[in-house]
């Protein structure tokens, strides 16, 4: 029993689930799925991918989580409870997935692994927060991670920018527009930084100041390496500033021990420290550190008598530097500790000891030394920023190793109100000492002890470096013998501040003896209080100081002995009568020097400070001591702000008249110390000491006052730095004030109220006042204003608590109304103006509403005067944003109607005037130097787009109704319409939010399109009847187009979650608005005309939209178009050609598909069915509909990868539309164009000559000017057409046409003629000329041609159910061009049979090719007859201009003769005749018409023979006319073929065939063809014999032997001949009988005439073809040659061809050496033995060419000795028929070896190395003709090719 779930509702799959049961879900692991109902063990619901489709899971397959449910029942909605950003983590990585793996597909490697790597963080990250085990801080810690790279991974994958505010995603209805615009801008800020790696937060908006950053360096000693001294170390390191000259950090002492590590063996890997409190200007300082190495042992390190052993003495050593800006930048990058060596250098000199660091960093080299070249310290550094308890908090690690702190000599620059300190830092510095009657000089150590005012030593106040502990007493290194030393050396005093004050240093000089005993004789003194009789502290400063003589006797018991005495020369002067019977004596030749460096935070240095604490012990000198407090430090101030805040109030109220104005001024002088950012964080220790401290009930009406007096006396004065100052502490001044009265107030129990009340009104009216003076003339009267407005805000919080809300509102308005307006003030004075109200939006007060009803006309007033004058626009921008911002949240006040209200009548207008103003600017990009700069306009733009958007999104019914019914006139509601029209158009137009902002464009198109509901029955009601305007109308519409069109709505595009998100949201918007454009277009009525045409093309990209219901909407506008049309005009000639037009760029731009053509033609024709003008309609319709499939195959062409042969295809195919069917002449021009180009692209020369010869033939030799038009510049149509016959010519020059560039030639050269234009008619004919010899001079390759059928509804419109004749490439042969064309239709099967295919195949879903070989069928018959005509000539006339081609297919009619097939064997033939002759505009063309002939037997082998008799003649005649010159080769070969094969038994098959007696009488209507076919057979033999006896002229002696064979073997044939042609001797009387000798055989066989040569013969097509196509047979012909290439795929049968066609072949030629010879046909089974074709027969007249290309062995072949090979046909660039028997493996091709001796031996041969030839193709290929009058030059590589190959061959052959 399914039961509801109540708690079980949403869950997440642990395990995949296939289905498997009746009614299962489909589910992946990770999915999320709804439950909804249960029954035992097994839930049904739904997945959130797929919320469509219900179905039952298990249970245990399902983790539960919490979740919320709304709604509960059938459409409830369930949300899961859980951190919202935990739930962003999960959505995006499982949008992340499918888009991850498509880096790795697109080769985005890098970005791949870098995305892995963050999605593995995200799902830790995840985890952590799923756990529960973080503190607060942690859990924001881990968000602000996850939200950083959840936004990287969103940029670098190009999806949406998600808006966030505290790491959380913002809901876009809870926050105004403008608050999502600048959280939009915040997250992009944040990614931005986030990509670069920076880790600093972007201020917040409305921040004011923003604190500075300390910095602190770490640093840690790794180790002393290759330390030799051999004794005790200390190392002393500190921060040094170069330009400065001194040390601004304490020192960090580290004691090593003789070994180089520690002295205290717990300090292993601890000897670290951290430099503090480093500003950025330090950063920026020439700082290094600089490590000082001070040694503890013996006076001199390599001598062991200076001094006893048990005696250690501090002894300087070494000293090494680092500069931190060298490594600054290497630190800042790598965020962690980096390693560092500092060489240490030693000093040359001990004197200069304390200069060292100064001479290694100045590169002081005489000055200094290197022990050795690898003494050094490593130490590593690391850059930490931040304040204390951040460093703390992020690395925790280093505290824990027993941190060093050491501290910067001095205070920072922000000192921190709780930082207690109380350090005083001396230095010793230097000496100068009498030598005391000794020979050398002293070794002198200074010892030093800190004493208490009984003269007891004080213990544990010196430091010498941080790092170690403190103690009682320091020694001084020591200088060997010095009597002068300069030690340098700072040693710190924190003593307590109780034992301050009667503290004295004590310093004992004492010489250090290097004798035996070595004692250290103490011979003077010196001291030095810390604190003077006055209580201020020692100065810092350099100080003097006495030395005293003593001795080792002298006793320090009695300290008062000495402290009697003067210490150094001030306190001489101040005691100057000193008895001179003291113990100790002056040594007056003698002085010490010491400086100090208080840092105390309750000590003072300051003498006026001290005396204004102490003011009643002087209380005449109070007037001096408040003025001198201005010349106190600020950290003297801060130290004891209250103390002295408490003294000024005490003051103040011991005389108010006297010392007022006085305490006012250090009031006002201390509250704008505070305002330094140095001290900023006093404020509130400030705050405090007025909430908690301040005691002054009176002091509020002093104050007023004197504040009020400064007011009053601001436009009299001409100095006003003190009003300026005073002006800056209102703040502060107002809260003593508030705090005084409310102290008062509880005192006297609320007494003089009123009193109070009238003194700030009358303080307000001289606020007024000063801000209403003009201070155009006055600059210090501009600074007070200035000051005054810049404080004013802070002041309202302190007021409220005395006045009311309304009451505090009225002030501030009365002021902010009393400033002038902005056209009498300065542009300045209007910054600090608007930045006063912008602070006054953002305070607490204005958040009443009590507060808004008052000020918000007097803030909208002067905002919406700077708009006018365009003035301010970003601030302007920020305080209307803060207004809607606080509008947006108050929305659910009822105030808040009444402030929309009033912000539209205000602002609407002006706003959409600013945005107008701002993109026209934008749009044309006019920002120059000395304006804003483009992103500063971008940035307004966006502001003030969401300032707009903000308010109309506020605006409902009511107030919509209001604005339009306050209009006065149309015409002022025209131009608000077109004003806001406009606007709303150049935001979709200028893509102000950029692409990702998919959240804002989404909310703008909805408010756009809520106002364009609003705005439209306005139009309608206004503008329609006779009130039309066309321009307000248009605007809308183009409007409404560009609004269905924004591709942010275009949701096909995106993902399935994201459309759902959005329609759940929006719905679909473009719907919306399809539907408010369709009823607009409705009630127009009969001025629907007036936007015909001009609408047609922006609807038909609506409606190209794939949206379906908006294209249901839509599309019927046509048919109204067309209907209004029709009655205006009787047609719609307009509507047909721009939807033609539109059509055409439209669906070439990408939109479009087959559905909306079928739903065009569908609507179209349902609506035009019902019209009386029906025929013309249905016309129109179909017509677009078959010029959108064409459109639509030309898109896929071009879109795609697709090769050049479709391309050309598709846009022959659209070109030829336009012209025939629906006559576009510019369209039909334009696709000329782009056909010309893909040729010239393709390289196909000729097809692009006769492409652009169209657009030439539409022109006329006429003066008609012609506008500008694609790349053709405005001018003459003789000149566009002289200049487009120029390129023709020169194309069909590249394309080698020579032949048709002639005509064209010589039309130029007519023009150039008639106008005497004698220098271009030179030209053109001196081309003409070298066209003529290119002719007779370079080499022209016979393309082969293909049949190729398209068959299948797979294949695009123009080809499907087609057959075409294809032109091939050069050397391209049946087998390339068969795998070219499955390259450009991988889909396609290739037939394996030339049979026509049944409906089935025409029908099905799918792609089939059909493709063979044909021969084209010459129409230049003429030309071809004439035996003069040069082969060259005739071989271009029998490939160009051809329209028809042939293909024959043999076959069997009626019972074979297995003796002789041929009996029986008919040819098929069937010719083709194409749409247009080859080649054209296309390399392939369309059949036109098939013709099916058959050709009986005996037909066929007249053919055959006629056709070789033909080929004879012309070869005979071109070597007696010496056409041919010395290469006799062909005519070699020719007669090889034909004679060798008729010895063999090919005449003898035809005889016994149809010269049979049973033959004659059962066919007795073929007599005449067999007397036809004997006069032929005789007409051969008295060919051969003249053939023979020409070859006897012109053969080579080397060759005679081959001549030889040749007349046995011709006698052997006429011996075979005799008996069927008795008079056959009587023709060759010469030849007959064996009486008359070889030698003379052919002296009958003189050189004939071309006429003697001519016998009876007919003159067809058939006989032309073989013309000069040399066969090897005599009965071959090649006018069948190329019939039958067809090409198989696979094994299965061979059509109707008999089985055993190839024994008939050997029948005809029954030597062994001709077994299995084939020719031209390329194969690519291999799995059938295909029969051969006979000699009597054409090769391709059968359809068993469809043949195996499996090689078979050269030797086992062919058995003729080598002389017969040198006979080959010579390289050809097609074959002529199948007859070369002697030379022929399969395909019609000879063996490499024989093909490398032939080139050898009869000379140079095309190479067969073309690149698209397959390898059977290079091994196989056909023979190429060889230059009848000069071999083709080679190139060099070519030469040694062939040499190689001979040279091989040769070999192999031997």
Same mark, same amino acid.
């Given at each position: 029993?399914?039961?509801?779930?109540?708690?079980?509702?949403?869950?997440?799959?642990?395990?995949?689930?296939?289905?498997?049961?009746?009614?299962?879900?489909?589910?992946?692991?990770?999915?999320?799925?709804?439950?909804?109902?249960?029954?035992?063990?097994?839930?049904?619901?739904?997945?959130?991918?797929?919320?469509?489709?219900?179905?039952?899971?298990?249970?245990?397959?399902?983790?539960?989580?919490?979740?919320?449910?709304?709604?509960?029942?059938?459409?409830?909605?369930?949300?899961?409870?859980?951190?919202?950003?935990?739930?962003?983590?999960?959505?995006?990585?499982?949008?992340?997935?499918?888009?991850?793996?498509?880096?790795?597909?697109?080769?985005?490697?890098?970005?791949?692994?870098?995305?892995?790597?963050?999605?593995?963080?995200?799902?830790?990250?995840?985890?952590?927060?799923?756990?529960?085990?973080?503190?607060?801080?942690?859990?924001?810690?881990?968000?602000?991670?996850?939200?950083?790279?959840?936004?990287?991974?969103?940029?670098?994958?190009?999806?949406?920018?998600?808006?966030?505010?505290?790491?959380?995603?913002?809901?876009?209805?809870?926050?105004?527009?403008?608050?999502?615009?600048?959280?939009?801008?915040?997250?992009?800020?944040?990614?931005?930084?986030?990509?670069?790696?920076?880790?600093?937060?972007?201020?917040?908006?409305?921040?004011?100041?923003?604190?500075?950053?300390?910095?602190?360096?770490?640093?840690?000693?790794?180790?002393?390496?290759?330390?030799?001294?051999?004794?005790?170390?200390?190392?002393?390191?500190?921060?040094?500033?170069?330009?400065?000259?001194?040390?601004?950090?304490?020192?960090?002492?580290?004691?090593?021990?003789?070994?180089?590590?520690?002295?205290?063996?717990?300090?292993?890997?601890?000897?670290?420290?951290?430099?503090?409190?480093?500003?950025?200007?330090?950063?920026?300082?020439?700082?290094?550190?600089?490590?000082?190495?001070?040694?503890?042992?013996?006076?001199?390190?390599?001598?062991?008598?200076?001094?006893?052993?048990?005696?250690?003495?501090?002894?300087?050593?070494?000293?090494?530097?680092?500069?931190?800006?060298?490594?600054?930048?290497?630190?800042?990058?790598?965020?962690?500790?980096?390693?560092?060596?500092?060489?240490?250098?030693?000093?040359?000199?001990?004197?200069?000891?304390?200069?060292?660091?100064?001479?290694?960093?100045?590169?002081?080299?005489?000055?200094?030394?290197?022990?050795?070249?690898?003494?050094?310290?490593?130490?590593?550094?690391?850059?930490?920023?931040?304040?204390?308890?951040?460093?703390?908090?992020?690395?925790?690690?280093?505290?824990?190793?027993?941190?060093?702190?050491?501290?910067?000599?001095?205070?920072?620059?922000?000192?921190?109100?709780?930082?207690?300190?109380?350090?005083?830092?001396?230095?010793?510095?230097?000496?100068?000492?009498?030598?005391?009657?000794?020979?050398?000089?002293?070794?002198?150590?200074?010892?030093?002890?800190?004493?208490?005012?009984?003269?007891?030593?004080?213990?544990?106040?010196?430091?010498?470096?941080?790092?170690?502990?403190?103690?009682?007493?320091?020694?001084?290194?020591?200088?060997?013998?010095?009597?002068?030393?300069?030690?340098?050396?700072?040693?710190?005093?924190?003593?307590?501040?109780?034992?301050?004050?009667?503290?004295?240093?004590?310093?004992?000089?004492?010489?250090?003896?290097?004798?035996? @005993?070595?004692?250290?004789?103490?011979?003077?003194?010196?001291?030095?209080?810390?604190?003077?009789?006055?209580?201020?502290?020692?100065?810092?400063?350099?100080?003097?100081?006495?030395?005293? @003589?003593?001795?080792?006797?002298?006793?320090?018991?009695?300290?008062?002995?000495?402290?009697?005495?003067?210490?150094?020369?001030?306190?001489?002067?101040?005691?100057?009568?000193?008895?001179?019977?003291?113990?100790?004596?002056?040594?007056?030749?003698?002085?010490?020097?010491?400086?100090?460096?208080?840092?105390?935070?309750?000590?003072?240095?300051?003498?006026?400070?001290?005396?204004?604490?102490?003011?009643?012990?002087? !209380?005449?000198?109070?007037?001096?001591?408040?003025?001198?407090?201005?010349?106190?430090?600020?950290?003297?101030?801060?130290?004891?702000?209250?103390?002295?805040?408490?003294?000024?109030?005490?003051?103040?109220?011991?005389?108010?008249?006297?010392?007022?104005?006085?305490?006012?001024?250090?009031?006002?002088?201390?509250?704008?110390?505070?305002?330094?950012?140095?001290?900023?964080?006093?404020?509130?220790?400030?705050?405090?000491?007025?909430?908690?401290?301040?005691?002054?009930?009176?002091?509020?009406?002093?104050?007023?006052?004197?504040?009020?007096?400064?007011?009053?006396?601001?436009?009299?004065?001409?100095?006003?730095?003190?009003?300026?100052?005073?002006?800056?502490?209102?703040?502060?001044?107002?809260?003593?004030?508030?705090?005084?009265?409310?102290?008062?107030?509880?005192?006297?129990?609320?007494?003089?109220?009123?009193?109070?009340?009238?003194?700030?009104?009358?303080?307000?009216?001289?606020?007024?006042?000063?801000?209403?003076?003009?201070?155009?003339?006055?600059?210090?009267?501009?600074?007070?204003?200035?000051?005054?407005?810049?404080?004013?805000?802070?002041?309202?919080?302190?007021?409220?608590?005395?006045?009311?809300?309304?009451?505090?509102?009225?002030?501030?308005?009365?002021?902010?109304?009393?400033?002038?307006?902005?056209?009498?003030?300065?542009?300045?004075?209007?910054?600090?103006?608007?930045?006063?109200?912008?602070?006054?939006?953002?305070?607490?007060?204005?958040?009443?509403?009590?507060?808004?009803?008052?000020?918000?006309?007097?803030?909208? +007033?002067?905002?919406?005067?700077?708009?006018?004058?365009?003035?301010?626009?970003?601030?302007?921008?920020?305080?209307?944003?803060?207004?809607?911002?606080?509008?947006?949240?108050?929305?659910?006040?009822?105030?808040?109607?009444?402030?929309?209200?009033?912000?539209?009548?205000?602002?609407?207008?002006?706003?959409?005037?600013?945005?107008?103003?701002?993109?026209?600017?934008?749009?044309?990009?006019?920002?120059?130097?000395?304006?804003?700069?483009?992103?500063?306009?971008?940035?307004?733009?966006?502001?003030?787009?969401?300032?707009?958007?903000?308010?109309?999104?506020?605006?409902?019914?009511?107030?919509?109704?209001?604005?339009?019914?306050?209009?006065?006139?149309?015409?002022?509601?025209?131009?608000?319409?077109?004003?806001?029209?406009?606007?709303?158009?150049?935001?979709?137009?200028?893509?102000?939010?950029?692409?990702?902002?998919?959240?804002?464009?989404?909310?703008?198109?909805?408010?756009?399109?809520?106002?364009?509901?609003?705005?439209?029955?306005?139009?309608?009601?206004?503008?329609?009847?006779?009130?039309?305007?066309?321009?307000?109308?248009?605007?809308?519409?183009?409007?409404?187009?560009?609004?269905?069109?924004?591709?942010?709505?275009?949701?096909?595009?995106?993902?399935?979650?994201?459309?759902?998100?959005?329609?759940?949201?929006?719905?679909?918007?473009?719907?919306?608005?399809?539907?408010?454009?369709?009823?607009?277009?409705?009630?127009?009525?009969?001025?629907?005309?007036?936007?015909?045409?001009?609408?047609?093309?922006?609807?038909?990209?609506?409606?190209?939209?794939?949206?379906?219901?908006?294209?249901?909407?839509?599309?019927?506008?046509?048919?109204?178009?067309?209907?209004?049309?029709?009655?205006?005009?009787?047609?719609?000639?307009?509507?047909?050609?721009?939807?033609?037009?539109?059509?055409?760029?439209?669906?070439?731009?990408?939109?479009?598909?087959?559905?909306?053509?079928?739903?065009?033609?569908?609507?179209?024709?349902?609506?035009?069915?019902?019209?009386?003008?029906?025929?013309?309609?249905?016309?129109?319709?179909?017509?677009?509909?078959?010029?959108?499939?064409?459109?639509?195959?030309?898109?896929?062409?071009?879109?795609?990868?697709?090769?050049?042969?479709? @391309?050309?295809?598709?846009?022959?195919?659209?070109?030829?539309?336009?012209?025939?069917?629906?006559?576009?002449?510019?369209?039909?021009?334009?696709?000329?164009?782009?056909?010309?180009?893909?040729?010239?692209?393709?390289?196909?020369?000729?097809?692009?000559?006769?492409?652009?010869?169209?657009?030439?033939?539409?022109?006329?030799?006429?003066?008609?000017?012609?506008?500008?038009?694609?790349?053709?510049?405005?001018?003459?149509?003789?000149?566009?057409?002289?200049?487009?016959?120029?390129?023709?010519?020169?194309?069909?020059?590249?394309?080698?046409?020579?032949?048709?560039?002639?005509?064209?030639?010589?039309?130029?050269?007519?023009?150039?003629?008639?106008?005497?234009?004698?220098?271009?008619?030179?030209?053109?004919?001196?081309?003409?000329?070298?066209?003529?010899?290119?002719?007779?001079?370079?080499?022209?390759?016979?393309?082969?041609?293909?049949?190729?059928?398209?068959?299948?509804?797979?294949?695009?419109?123009?080809?499907?159910?087609?057959?075409?004749?294809?032109?091939? +490439?050069?050397?391209?042969?049946?087998?390339?061009?068969?795998?070219?064309?499955?390259?450009?239709?991988?889909?396609?099967?290739?037939?394996?049979?030339?049979?026509?295919?049944?409906?089935?195949?025409?029908?099905?879903?799918?792609?089939?090719?059909?493709?063979?070989?044909?021969?084209?069928?010459?129409?230049?018959?003429?030309?071809?007859?004439?035996?003069?005509?040069?082969?060259?000539?005739?071989?271009?006339?029998?490939?160009?201009?051809?329209?028809?081609?042939?293909?024959?297919?043999?076959?069997?009619?009626?019972?074979?003769?297995?003796?002789?097939?041929?009996?029986?064997?008919?040819?098929?033939?069937?010719?083709?005749?194409?749409?247009?002759?080859?080649?054209?505009?296309?390399?392939?063309?369309?059949?036109?018409?098939?013709?099916?002939?058959?050709?009986?037997?005996?037909?066929?082998?007249?053919?055959?023979?006629?056709?070789?008799?033909?080929?004879?003649?012309?070869?005979?005649?071109?070597?007696?006319?010496?056409?041919?010159?010395?290469?006799?080769?062909?005519?070699?070969?020719?007669?090889?073929?034909?004679?060798?094969?008729?010895?063999?038994?090919?005449?003898?098959?035809?005889?016994?065939?149809?010269?049979?007696?049973?033959?004659?009488?059962?066919?007795?209507?073929?007599?005449?063809?067999?007397?036809?076919?004997?006069?032929?057979?005789?007409?051969?033999?008295?060919?051969?014999?003249?053939?023979?006896?020409?070859?006897?002229?012109?053969?080579?002696?080397?060759?005679?032997?081959?001549?030889?064979?040749?007349?046995?073997?011709?006698?052997?044939?006429?011996?075979?001949?005799?008996?069927?042609?008795?008079?056959?001797?009587?023709?060759?009387?010469?030849?007959?009988?064996?009486?008359?000798?070889?030698?003379?055989?052919?002296?009958?066989?003189?050189?004939?005439?071309?006429?003697?040569?001519?016998?009876?013969?007919?003159?067809?097509?058939?006989?032309?073809?073989?013309?000069?196509?040399?066969?090897?047979?005599?009965?071959?012909?090649?006018?069948?040659?190329?019939?039958?290439?067809?090409?198989?795929?696979?094994?299965?049968?061979?059509?109707?061809?008999?089985?055993?066609?190839?024994?008939?072949?050997?029948?005809?030629?029954?030597?062994?050496?001709?077994?299995?010879?084939?020719?031209?046909?390329?194969?690519?089974?291999?799995?059938?033995?295909?029969?051969?074709?006979?000699?009597?027969?054409?090769?391709?007249?059968? !359809?068993?060419?469809?043949?195996?290309?499996?090689?078979?062995?050269?030797?086992?072949?062919?058995?003729?000795?080598?002389?017969?090979?040198?006979?080959?046909?010579?390289?050809?660039?097609?074959?002529?028929?199948?007859?070369?028997?002697?030379?022929?493996?399969?395909?019609?091709?000879? !063996?490499?070896?024989?093909?490398?001796?032939?080139?050898?031996?009869?000379?140079?041969?095309?190479?067969?190395?073309?690149?698209?030839?397959?390898?059977?193709?290079?091994?196989?290929?056909?023979?190429?003709?060889?230059?009848?009058? @000069?071999?083709?030059?080679?190139?060099?590589?070519?030469?040694?090719?062939?040499?190689?190959?001979?040279?091989?061959?040769?070999?192999?052959?031997?």
């Amino acid at each position: 029993m399914w039961t509801p779930t109540e708690e079980e509702k949403y869950g997440v799959v642990i395990c995949s689930f296939r289905g498997s049961v009746p009614q299962g879900l489909v589910l992946e692991i990770g999915e999320t799925v709804q439950i909804l109902e249960k029954c035992e063990g097994w839930y049904r619901g739904v997945s959130t991918k797929k919320p469509n489709v219900k179905g039952i899971f298990p249970a245990n397959y399902i983790h539960l989580k919490k979740a919320i449910v709304s709604n509960r029942g059938q459409y409830e909605t369930v949300v899961p409870l859980e951190d919202s950003i935990v739930t962003e983590v999960t959505a995006t990585l499982q949008e992340w997935a499918s888009l991850w793996k498509q880096l790795y597909v697109k080769h985005k490697v890098d970005l791949f692994y870098k995305l892995r790597h963050v999605m593995n963080e995200l799902i830790d990250l995840r985890r952590q927060l799923l756990s529960g085990h973080l503190t607060q801080d942690q859990v924001r810690e881990v968000k602000r991670h996850i939200t950083v790279r959840l936004d990287w991974g969103n940029e670098h994958l190009g999806l949406d920018l998600v808006p966030r505010k505290d790491f959380e995603v913002v809901d876009s209805d809870q926050i105004s527009v403008s608050d999502l615009y600048k959280m939009h801008l915040s997250s992009r800020q944040s990614v931005q930084q986030s990509t670069s790696q920076v880790d600093t937060m972007r201020p917040r908006h409305g921040e004011t100041c923003r604190m500075p950053v300390p910095h602190h360096f770490f640093l840690s000693l790794k180790s002393f390496t290759y330390n030799t001294i051999g004794e005790d170390t200390d190392v002393f390191f500190s921060l040094y500033d170069m330009r400065e000259g001194k040390q601004i950090s304490e020192r960090f002492l580290v004691r090593l021990n003789k070994n180089g590590g520690p002295r205290n063996p717990e300090k292993i890997e601890r000897m670290c420290a951290l430099f503090t409190d480093l500003s950025s200007k330090d950063m920026k300082r020439d700082l290094y550190i600089v490590a000082h190495v001070i040694r503890i042992g013996r006076m001199l390190l390599n001598d062991s008598k200076k001094g006893p052993p048990h005696l250690h003495y501090r002894r300087p050593y070494g000293c090494a530097v680092l500069s931190i800006l060298d490594v600054l930048q290497s630190l800042t990058e790598v965020k962690e500790e980096k390693d560092f060596v500092l060489k240490v250098y030693t000093c040359n000199n001990e004197s200069e000891w304390s200069q060292i660091h100064e001479n290694i960093i100045r590169k002081s080299s005489a000055k200094y030394s290197a022990p050795s070249a690898s003494h050094g310290l490593i130490i590593s550094l690391q850059l930490l920023r931040g304040d204390m308890e951040q460093i703390r908090r992020e690395n925790p690690m280093i505290f824990n190793r027993g941190l060093a702190i050491t501290r910067k000599l001095g205070f920072p620059d922000v000192i921190m109100p709780g930082d207690i300190r109380n350090d005083l830092y001396l230095t010793l510095e230097k000496g100068d000492f009498e030598r005391g009657g000794k020979s050398v000089q002293k070794n002198i150590e200074v010892t030093m002890y800190v004493l208490y005012a009984d003269g007891e030593i004080l213990k544990d106040c010196i430091s010498l470096g941080s790092g170690e502990p403190n103690r009682s007493s320091y020694h001084s290194f020591v200088l060997y013998h010095s009597n002068s030393p300069r030690w340098g050396e700072i040693i710190k005093l924190p003593i307590p501040i109780d034992r301050f004050r009667g503290s004295h240093l004590r310093f004992e000089f004492r010489h250090c003896s290097t004798k035996d @005993k070595g004692e250290k004789k103490l011979f003077g003194f010196a001291f030095s209080t810390l604190m003077r009789d006055d209580g201020t502290t020692l100065s810092d400063d350099i100080h003097e100081l006495y030395v005293y @003589k003593c001795d080792e006797n002298s006793t320090f018991n009695n300290h008062a002995l000495y402290l009697g005495l003067p210490c150094c020369k001030e306190d001489y002067n101040g005691c100057p009568n000193i008895p001179s019977s003291l113990i100790f004596q002056r040594s007056t030749k003698e002085s010490f020097f010491i400086s100090t460096q208080l840092s105390s935070t309750k000590l003072t240095q300051n003498v006026d400070l001290l005396a204004l604490l102490k003011w009643k012990a002087f !209380p005449d000198r109070i007037m001096d001591v408040l003025g001198r407090l201005r010349h106190v430090s600020g950290e003297e101030i801060v130290k004891f702000l209250q103390d002295i805040l408490d003294t000024l109030f005490v003051i103040l109220d011991d005389n108010t008249e006297k010392y007022g104005l006085l305490v006012f001024q250090s009031l006002v002088f201390i509250i704008n110390l505070l305002r330094d950012i140095k001290y900023f964080h006093f404020r509130p220790v400030m705050d405090t000491y007025i909430q908690k401290h301040f005691a002054g009930a009176l002091a509020y009406k002093e104050l007023i006052r004197c504040l009020k007096w400064y007011m009053d006396c601001s436009a009299e004065l001409i100095r006003q730095d003190h009003i300026q100052e005073a002006m800056r502490a209102l703040e502060y001044l107002f809260k003593f004030i508030v705090q005084s009265r409310i102290l008062y107030s509880r005192a006297t129990c609320g007494m003089e109220e009123e009193q109070f009340r009238s003194s700030i009104q009358e303080l307000f009216q001289s606020i007024r006042f000063v801000l209403s003076l003009d201070s155009r003339n006055s600059e210090t009267l501009l600074f007070t204003q200035a000051a005054l407005l810049n404080s004013f805000p802070t002041i309202f919080d302190e007021l409220l608590q005395m006045f009311t809300v309304q009451e505090v509102a009225e002030f501030v308005r009365g002021t902010l109304g009393s400033m002038p307006s902005t056209v009498h003030i300065g542009q300045s004075m209007d910054v600090v103006k608007l930045q006063s109200i912008a602070r006054t939006v953002d305070s607490r007060l204005f958040s009443f509403s009590e507060s808004r009803r008052i000020l918000l006309p007097v803030v909208l +007033h002067h905002i919406h005067l700077h708009l006018r004058q365009q003035k301010e626009l970003l601030i302007c921008s920020g305080i209307l944003g803060s207004i809607f911002s606080i509008v947006k949240t108050s929305s659910l006040e009822a105030d808040v109607m009444e402030e929309v209200e009033m912000m539209v009548e205000s602002l609407l207008d002006v706003l959409l005037q600013t945005l107008l103003t701002i993109m026209s600017k934008s749009h044309a990009q006019e920002a120059v130097r000395g304006q804003r700069c483009p992103q500063c306009t971008a940035e307004i733009t966006g502001e003030y787009v969401s300032c707009l958007l903000s308010l109309l999104r506020q605006m409902c019914d009511t107030h919509f109704q209001h604005l339009l019914d306050n209009f006065q006139s149309k015409d002022e509601l025209k131009e608000f319409l077109l004003k806001i029209f406009c606007v709303f158009r150049n935001l979709m137009k200028m893509s102000v939010f950029p692409r990702d902002w998919m959240v804002m464009r989404l909310l703008t198109s909805n408010i756009i399109v809520t106002t364009v509901q609003y705005l439209s029955s306005a139009l309608h009601k206004n503008f329609t009847e006779t009130d039309f305007d066309f321009k307000v109308w248009n605007s809308y519409f183009s409007l409404a187009v560009l609004f269905i069109n924004q591709p942010s709505l275009q949701l096909e595009i995106i993902t399935s979650a994201k459309r759902k998100k959005i329609l759940d949201k929006y719905g679909d918007m473009r719907v919306m608005m399809a539907y408010e454009l369709f009823s607009m277009w409705q009630n127009l009525g009969e001025h629907k005309i007036h936007f015909i045409p001009g609408m047609i093309g922006p609807f038909l990209g609506v409606t190209l939209v794939p949206q379906p219901e908006v294209r249901n909407i839509m599309i019927p506008i046509f048919h109204d178009m067309m209907d209004w049309e029709q009655r205006k005009n009787g047609n719609f000639k307009q509507v047909e050609a721009e939807l033609i037009d539109k059509l055409d760029s439209m669906v070439s731009e990408g939109k479009g598909d087959e559905s909306y053509r079928e739903l065009f033609s569908l609507l179209l024709l349902e609506k035009v069915e019902q019209e009386t003008w029906r025929e013309t309609g249905i016309s129109f319709v179909t017509s677009v509909t078959r010029l959108m499939e064409r459109l639509l195959d030309y898109r896929d062409c071009m879109k795609g990868e697709e090769t050049e042969n479709k @391309k050309i295809g598709c846009t022959v195919n659209l070109m030829n539309f336009y012209k025939s069917e629906i006559n576009k002449e510019e369209m039909y021009i334009r696709y000329i164009h782009k056909l010309c180009d893909m040729h010239l692209q393709a390289e196909n020369y000729t097809e692009a000559a006769f492409t652009l010869l169209l657009y030439c033939e539409l022109l006329q030799w006429e003066d008609r000017p012609l506008r500008e038009f694609l790349h053709y510049p405005s001018q003459t149509e003789w000149q566009r057409k002289e200049g487009l016959c120029r390129k023709i010519i020169h194309y069909f020059n590249k394309g080698k046409s020579w032949e048709f560039g002639i005509p064209l030639c010589r039309e130029l050269a007519c023009q150039y003629e008639s106008l005497y234009d004698y220098q271009s008619l030179s030209w053109i004919r001196k081309m003409e000329a070298s066209y003529y010899d290119n002719i007779m001079e370079q080499q022209r390759l016979e393309p082969e041609f293909f049949r190729v059928g398209f068959y299948g509804r797979k294949f695009p419109f123009f080809l499907r159910n087609k057959e075409y004749v294809c032109r091939g +490439h050069d050397y391209e042969r049946l087998e390339a061009f068969q795998q070219r064309m499955l390259s450009e239709f991988p889909q396609a099967v290739a037939m394996q049979h030339p049979n026509h295919p049944d409906d089935a195949i025409l029908q099905c879903d799918a792609q089939y090719l059909q493709i063979y070989a044909v021969t084209p069928i010459p129409d230049y018959v003429d030309v071809l007859q004439m035996d003069r005509v040069p082969d060259r000539v005739k071989s271009f006339y029998r490939v160009n201009n051809v329209r028809k081609f042939r293909y024959d297919r043999p076959f069997h009619k009626g019972p074979k003769d297995k003796e002789n097939e041929f009996k029986s064997l008919w040819i098929e033939r069937t010719t083709l005749t194409l749409t247009h002759s080859l080649p054209g505009i296309s390399r392939w063309f369309e059949v036109e018409r098939r013709e099916l002939v058959e050709v009986s037997p005996l037909e066929n082998a007249i053919q055959v023979v006629e056709n070789k008799n033909q080929e004879l003649r012309s070869l005979i005649s071109q070597y007696q006319h010496k056409q041919v010159h010395g290469n006799i080769n062909l005519l070699s070969m020719c007669l090889n073929g034909v004679i060798d094969a008729a010895v063999n038994g090919g005449i003898a098959r035809y005889q016994e065939a149809f010269f049979d007696k049973d033959y004659i009488n059962k066919h007795p209507g073929d007599a005449e063809k067999i007397t036809q076919l004997k006069e032929l057979m005789q007409e051969q033999v008295h060919v051969l014999g003249v053939g023979l006896a020409v070859h006897e002229k012109f053969v080579h002696p080397e060759m005679r032997p081959l001549h030889k064979k040749l007349i046995d073997q011709f006698q052997m044939m006429r011996a075979s001949l005799y008996h069927e042609f008795p008079g056959l001797d009587k023709l060759s009387p010469a030849c007959s009988g064996t009486s008359t000798p070889r030698g003379n055989v052919l002296a009958s066989h003189s050189p004939m005439s071309p006429e003697s040569i001519k016998m009876t013969h007919r003159h067809s097509p058939m006989n032309l073809m073989g013309t000069g196509r040399h066969s090897s047979s005599s009965l071959s012909s090649h006018a069948s040659s190329e019939a039958g290439n067809m090409v198989m795929l696979g094994d299965g049968s061979m059509g109707d061809a008999p089985e055993d066609l190839y024994h008939h072949m050997q029948l005809a030629y029954p030597n062994p050496r001709y077994q299995g010879s084939v020719t031209n046909v390329s194969v690519l089974s291999s799995s059938q033995a295909s029969p051969s074709s006979s000699s009597l027969s054409s090769t391709h007249s059968a !359809p068993s060419q469809m043949i195996t290309s499996a090689p078979s062995s050269a030797r086992d072949k062919y058995r003729h000795a080598r002389e017969m090979m040198l006979l080959l046909p010579t390289y050809r660039d097609r074959p002529s028929s199948a007859m070369y028997p002697a030379a022929i493996l399969e395909n019609g091709q000879p !063996p490499n070896f024989q093909r490398a001796l032939f080139q050898q031996v009869v000379g140079a041969c095309k190479p067969c190395s073309d690149p698209n030839l397959s390898v059977a193709e290079k091994v196989s290929s056909p023979p190429y003709p060889s230059l009848p009058h @000069k071999p083709p030059v080679r190139s060099g590589r070519q030469q040694l090719y062939a040499v190689r190959q001979c040279q091989q061959r040769r070999v192999l052959l031997e």
